[in-house]
């Protein structure tokens, strides 16, 4: 199994328990959830390359940083899209491209419906988002699309993983470093995480 970083910040272990709740309502699943991704991109975005930048205070001229190269966030429709709406503002300058990968219920094979990608993949820094890694098919997939578009510098991003997940995205993409704030411990026979959460897309949006 590849190896995680798993963030056990307290913080995040603290939100992360509000969204496995089962009675936490979507409002509160929502902030929890954002905040839990803003903890978790301060890990995924640590090793970010910075340039250096001559900046002039009130005072004097001093050296300061500037990213790079440019930073695309890439969420996984639709439950993505509450990590991205919290890591946004972070990087409010990042360019957000859009994957659209539902998950066939009967099979749980990943089924691409929609990408929308920018053209500076390939010198850019991308964090693909996706709350949860199960079988871990559709961020094999969107991952895989990334690549043949250009990108070399993958990041993925999710709340909850299981080792079939972790398993399966190291096999196929051992350069890809995978953030997460847990390794649960399995997936039942409906390909769900368990503990988990649930549904992440349902209860972040209210389905
Ligand atoms: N997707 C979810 O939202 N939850 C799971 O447990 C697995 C996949």
Redesign the pocket.
Same mark, same amino acid.
């Given at each position: 199994m590849a190896s995680p970083v798993v963030v056990t910040h307290p913080l995040a272990q603290i939100h992360l328990t509000a969204i496995r709740q089962t009675n936490t309502p979507s409002a509160q699943f929502r902030w929890h959830l954002q905040r839990l991704a803003e903890i978790l991109f301060m890990e995924a975005s640590r090793s970010l390359e910075t340039a250096a930048v001559r900046v002039q205070t009130p005072l004097a001229e001093t050296d300061g940083a500037a990213f790079a190269r440019p930073i695309v966030l890439v969420p996984i429709l639709r @439950?993505g899209l509450g990590l991205q709406e919290a890591i946004l503002p972070l990087v409010p300058d990042a360019t957000v491209a859009h994957v659209g990968i539902a998950?066939d219920e009967e099979t749980a094979l990943p089924m691409p419906y929609y990408a929308k990608l920018p053209s500076i993949l390939a010198e850019a820094d991308v964090f693909l988002l996706d709350?949860?890694l @199960?079988t871990g098919g559709s961020a094999c997939a969107a991952a895989a699309q990334l690549k043949a578009a250009g990108a070399s510098r993958i990041t993925l991003v999710c709340v909850v993983s299981c080792p079939t997940g972790l398993e399966a995205f190291g096999t196929q993409h051992p350069d890809v470093p995978v953030v997460t704030a847990a390794v649960d411990e399995r997936l039942n026979d409906k390909?769900?995480?368990v503990p &988990?959460? &649930?549904? @992440? &897309?349902d209860r972040c949006f209210g389905t």
């Open positions: @439950a998950r709350p949860m @199960a390909c769900y995480i &988990g959460l &649930g549904d @992440a &897309g």
